[in-house]
């Protein structure tokens, strides 16, 4: 093993290398995005808490991709050609520059969509030139030194260089923000589609299963650092309050908002994605694009808390009961997507995945009508808390044994 990072070639890694995990430098990486993704959290809750939610999901939409495919585009990339020398770490450092340049873009860009007349992306496309410079410069090198998937690293060039050059048109343009987010929408979809063509039509690229598996679950655990900010926000201002102070219902927030955190991080890691991944390759894209929705839920939550906060404290706008919707529905997003996931990455259906996803609504839905029926916000919190612990006790008691079989067929297939 060498202790040096001087130039070494960037022919790819070997896909069945054994004990692939994350490299500190991707540790690193990843910490770009908890400014990213707390950025997008802190002003959906802004734009929420002042009733005006329109504006909240169209800007964390738009804000989430933006961020997330980032994220995506880096790892995967990193999973099949990380050389770990100078070259690699430096483009990394711009990389990471860029994330932080779009997530200085993120106000900017929901103020717009606030006032109606343009979209300001401005900020946000100028990190991701910065990003994309140092991506390309990335597969440029990769293309020179693996001949045998040139031709893949070339259908990547393209399709990110072409993509880039609308994101810089759009700021020029100076189109309606609805007009904007069509053309936005188009060219996501042409993004989304270039890893499809490049390693459909020309091979694959050799990333590892396990690797991009624990990647991607790192990611979730990041975002969830969001719920347990939302939480912390919450708790004080429960203690802040003159008339509640530290009382029963701040332990009842804690406790509750912990316990929401947890049991999404359980839900998660209950399944071994690797070892499907690692024997079924193509079901990576549908695994892979899906996530978004997990991530972007995981933020919503954590907005969605904020959202909590400030009613407690009383400089929200909404009531108690849309504070609680704005936390119940991106957990049922964030559970809907999971099971969603999970069954197109065995490629099976198993019935009591559908008593253990209604046991969650259930519990949601229950959350929903007792605040408004006029229980506190900590009761509702435990309550939304309970969505997942029912999955987690179903998965414990009996799932565990009809998960197992279906990842041997799975294996088998």
Known sequence: MSLSHHLGRMSGRNPGEAHRTATPLELLFDLTFVVAFSQI????????????????????????????????????????????????RVATLIVMVGVLIVALGVPDVFHSIEEGAFLDNTVMVAGYVVMRVATIALWVRAAVHDEARRKTCV?????????????????????????????????????L?????????????????????ERYGLLVIITLGEVILGTIMAISAVVQDE????????????????????????????????????????????????????FGSLVAVGAGLHVAANVIAHHAHVDTTFAVLSIAIPVLVYETFLFGIYALTVMQFDPFHIWLYLGSVAMLAAAVVAVALGASLGVALLLVACAPAVVVVG???????????????????
Do not use: C
Not at 193 to 213: C, L, N, V
Not at 265 to 275: D, K, M, V
């Open 395 to 413: 998965y414990e008691t009996v799932g565990w044994r009809h998960g197992a079989e279906m990842l041997e067929r799975a294996r088998q297939t």
């Open 155 to 191: 259908a990547y060039i393209v399709n990110i260089s072409i993509a880039q050059l609308g994101w810089i048109a759009l700021i020029f343009l100076n189109m309606p923000v609805g007009i904007t987010l069509v053309f936005t929408t188009l060219i996501s979809l042409f993004e």
């Open 243 to 294: 008339t509640l102070g530290w009382s029963f219902e701040a332990g009842l927030i804690a406790f509750s908002g912990t316990a929401l955190a947890f049991g999404m991080w359980w839900n998660y890691f209950a399944i071994p994605f690797g070892a499907v991944l690692e024997r079924h390759r193509w079901r990576a894209f549908p695994w892979g694009y899906l996530h978004l929705f997990v």
């Open 41 to 88: 959290s802190g002003q959906m809750a802004h734009y929420l808490e002042l009733g005006h939610v329109s504006t909240a999901l169209i800007g964390f939409g738009f804000s989430t991709f933006a961020v997330a495919w980032a994220w995506i585009n880096y790892s995967w990339l990193a999973s099949a050609y990380d050389t770990d020398d100078i070259y690699f």
């Open 193 to 213: 589609a270039g890893p499809i063509f490049a390693e459909k039509r020309f091979g694959p690229t050799p990333w590892h299963a396990h690797h991009i598996a």
